[in-house]
């Protein structure tokens, strides 16, 4: 999934957005900014300003009905950090650290981790699973 260097220029809260719209699609919902507020638990302008930066760059179509859909280059980014989390998140459960605490401090460093200390981690952990029976 995710190499996306352009990914790593965009701004943490626009990654955590575009991650969140990817999940919340995932689930098969049609995704909307009152879906985004209740899974963030972010006011309603702060969502509608973040919608409107993501349509601006191009990250994200609204259509008429208020559905939002990841574009091509939002769904990049999206991935790219949905595959940091869930590695990450793994990495640390792996490692002895409790689910919950895992997830948080996933969502802190999927940001802030060079795409080459992120494959290196990615690396390790899948040659750990292959050495399992």
Known sequence: MGSGGK???THESAENYLETILVLSLKGDKVRSIDIVN?????K?????AMKNLRAKG????DADGYITLTGEGRKIA???YERHVAISGWLAFLGVDKA?????ACKMEHAMSEKSFLAI?????SLKTLRP
Do not use: C, G, Q
Request: net charge negative; aromatic share 10%.
């Open 7 to 9: 990914a790593l220029k």
């Open 39 to 43: 899974e963030l638990e972010y006011s």
């Open 45 to 49: 302008p702060s969502v509608s300003v």
């Open 59 to 62: 990250y994200i179509s609204v």
């Open 79 to 81: 991935d790219t950090m």
């Open 101 to 105: 605490t895992a997830i948080h401090d």
């Open 122 to 126: 990615k690396r390790h952990f899948e």
